[in-house]
DNA sequence: AAGCGTATCAACCGCGTCGAA
DNA sequence: CTTCGACGCGGTTGATACGCT
């Protein structure tokens, strides 16, 4: 048995509404307020459908509604917000006055989805040869998957992107970061949401320059005492000021590309000042440098998270099929040999559009104090040269550039330049690059 | 200038949830 | 406890605007 239509639909006027209509809608509701859609119509006389009415009044009519176009800052609000809340727009809407839930729907789907198309690898374009692993397009499957939204089906372009790329006078410059943009944005304390969801994002700037995100919040009462810190550091105290707590190490203070502060004590919780997130099933974050320890175990810890996130981060180590591995967040030994500078000078994130680049952010951690720099200094364009990541010990350098190998040809040519078909792609080499993107 | 392809956004549709009866 | 109506939400569609050739 079908669902009764909210309305009669024969004599119910459809489309686009006139201004007859609005007027109508607009001075019975100052007349009567909102609710009781059904009736509203009839009462109003309009031949709309009460669900309509309501559609026009909440996304156009309403006064308190902010028109004109997304600012940056809203932008920016959006992508964090959509990594912690996923999909649920009317959330979003309700952290964002006077914007409606179907302007950032409309808005996500039509800008920043594309932004996550782009960054995702697209399988129809991979001159991979199938195989059982694909690295870069799979992690970003993964990342995409939790809140990073769905990619536009139909969508191949934009006009936005026409108009820039007819504008622009220096395509390979990359995108500012200094601004609104780089501003860290307070997460709104969702609390159900958050306590509910790990989820992810990736945004990537134009001009073939990336910016990475990976942002998540799985709140647990076990983390709660991060998030305290966290948001201590949004507001202003900066990473150093956050002292550790009685019993607690400050293993590492690792920077967001997003310009938030992602902190690890050492009982392996992460933490992102836009939420918090229990890494403990995934890795270890022991090292005081910084060391990413990935594994597989998903059982040793949930005491100290929900069982919802054990669940939930069960699942993602699933998708990772998750070995061991053992690869470094810090980039900063200094280091005078031109060969490991040669074998870094691969890893370049001025890529192209089937190409990934990937380069940490710890790796701008200042070694001396673990003092953060500014993450505007970063040079995006050339991160290697401009960046010191040339100046990475042999290990680091080799791992990278065997990990770009594995990458940055689709063909899975191996550091030797070997061809490899796939199978050579190894769960460890999978595995760290995993780590290496969620470092 | 015309035609075509694509982006944008308002509106529609169906389903889930909630509260009242 | 069940049913039903109202509402709200997210996904999708379609008309229109816009850019390119």
């Known amino acids: 048995m079908g669902r009764a239509p909210c309305c009669e639909k024969v004599g119910i006027k459809r489309g686009r509404w006139t201004a007859e209509e609005d007027e109508i809608l607009t001075k019975y509701i100052q007349a009567s307020g909102e609710g009781s859609w059904r009736s509203l119509p009839k009462n109003a006389g309009l031949l709309r459908c009460g669900k309509s009415c309501r559609l026009r009044w909440i996304n156009y009519l309403r006064s308190d509604l902010k028109r004109g176009n997304i600012t940056a800052e809203e932008e920016e609000l959006i992508i964090n917000l959509h990594a912690s809340l996923g999909n649920r727009w009317s959330l979003i809407a309700g952290h964002m006055p006077g914007r409606t839930d179907n302007e950032i729907k409309n808005y996500w789907n039509s800008h920043l989805s594309r932004q996550l198309h782009k960054f995702k690898k697209p399988d129809s374009e991979s001159s991979v040869p199938p195989g059982p692993l694909q690295p870069a397009a799979e992690v970003m499957d993964l990342v995409v998957e939790h809140g990073g939204g769905e990619v536009s089906k139909k969508r191949k372009g934009s006009r936005s992107n026409m108009r820039k790329n007819r504008s622009s006078t220096n395509p390979s410059q990359p995108k500012e970061l200094a601004g609104p943009a780089a501003a860290t944005v307070q997460m709104p304390r969702t609390p159900t949401l958050e306590e509910e969801t790990l989820s992810s994002a990736v945004s990537l700037e134009e001009g073939g320059t990336s910016k990475f995100v990976v942002s998540s919040s799985l709140m647990t009462d076990a983390c709660a005492k991060r998030e305290r810190r966290q948001n201590l550091a949004s507001t ?189 792609m190894d769960d460890e080499k999978h595995n760290a690059m995993v780590a290496w993107l969620l470092s």
């Open 236 to 424: 202003g105290t900066t990473s150093d000021e956050c002292t550790p707590e009685v019993g607690e190490t400050k293993s590492s203070v690792m920077l967001q590309p997003e310009g938030g502060l992602m902190t690890s004590g050492s009982d392996g919780a992460v933490g992102l000042d836009s939420g918090t997130f229990c890494l403990d099933e995934m890795m270890n974050i022991g090292d005081p440098d910084g060391i990413l320890t990935f594994h597989g175990n998903t059982t040793s810890t949930k005491e100290t998270c929900s069982e919802t996130a054990a669940t939930n981060v069960e699942r993602q180590c699933d998708n990772m099929d998750p070995g061991y591995y053992t690869t470094t967040t810090r980039a900063s030994n200094i280091v005078d040999d031109q060969e490991e500078t040669d074998k870094l000078g691969k890893m370049d994130v001025s890529n192209g559009r089937n190409q990934i680049g990937c380069t940490s952010p710890a790796a701008h951690e200042d070694h001396h104090d673990g003092k953060l720099d500014d993450w505007d200094d970063w040079q995006w364009d050339e991160p290697v040269v401009q960046n010191n990541l040339t100046t990475l010990p042999g290990e680091e350098a080799d791992l990278l550039s065997w990990l770009w190998d594995s990458d940055n040809n689709n063909n899975y040519l191996n550091s030797s330049g070997n061809f490899d078909d796939g199978a050579g």
